[in-house]
């Protein structure tokens, strides 16, 4: 169930199993003997509804290297699929899991673009460098965590059941899956300076990787914006005008994110700064 904060805490998938939900309408499918949505005449498998077809919930049964990826894919190429899976039953824990990994390895893959950024810091004030290691360590990895939790709090409309609501907050967090694919522009940025060490000049590989990094980058984060939107238009069933404003909130509230992560590293700098000065 969706609390004020929009932070939610349902059972797991195998207590929701007593409320199947058609899987392109939502609409309750408790009492309807057909195997067609009478709603929206969606044709559905019964036998389904209940198993989840999200490889990260079978993460026990196939590996969970293939599992990860497996999902990321599946979130990437079929974003409107995937909404549908709030039609069945969705493990809370195991999608908070999946945004964890995702956030780590989005990360990791961040790290040559930030150490980079350090090493060209020329100044000696320790209090810089100190403000810089906690930059490179925090900021990170603090704006990947709020800025792929917060869209949940637009998953939860009053308009769809308490069931619904849960299932949507769970999957809001997989729409994070594109940032796992960061290390592709990450590789091409550690490539692009060995082979401009390696060459003298603007060279034809070297303008072919100083290019090609950041439209990776671009593509990536406008993957992950337009999952966003799509999973929560088709999981929510908002209308148009819920959805152009929550397409443009989200840029608004990953700002705000990178703000947050980047005052808290800044306040900590300040206040030993201000604690080292009266020493």
Known sequence: MADATGITRPPDSTEEVDEPACPRCGYDLRGITSNRCPECAFAFDRATLSVSRIPWEH??????????????????????????????????????????????????AVMPWAISGMAAVRR?????????????????????????????????????????????????????????????????????????????????????????????????????LLATCLLMADVTRSDGRRQLLFALALPALWGACLCLAVAIPAALTFMAVVHYSFR
């Open 59 to 108: 993460g026990d049964e196939i590996s969970w290297f293939r599992a990860f990826w497996d999902t990321t894919g599946f979130v990437i190429w079929h974003p409107r699929l995937f909404a549908q899976e709030a039609g069945r039953p969705v493990n809370y824990r195991r999608a908070r899991q999946f945004q964890l990994t995702v956030v780590f390895c989005a990360w990791a």
């Open 124 to 224: 000696d004030d320790w209090y810089v460098k100190v403000f810089f290691v906690l930059c490179l360590v925090i900021v990170p990895g603090l704006f990947l965590l709020l800025a792929t939790g917060v869209a949940s709090y637009w998953f939860h409309p009053g308009t769809i059941s308490v069931v619904q609501q849960d299932r949507a907050i769970a999957l809001s967090y997989y729409a994070c899956a594109p940032l796992a694919w960061l290390w592709i522009p990450s590789l091409l940025f550690i490539a692009t300076v060995r082979v401009d060490q390696t060459l003298a000049g603007m060279t034809v590989p070297v303008a072919i990787l100083v290019n090609l990094g950041p439209l990776f980058l671009a593509a990536i984060l406008l993957d992950w």
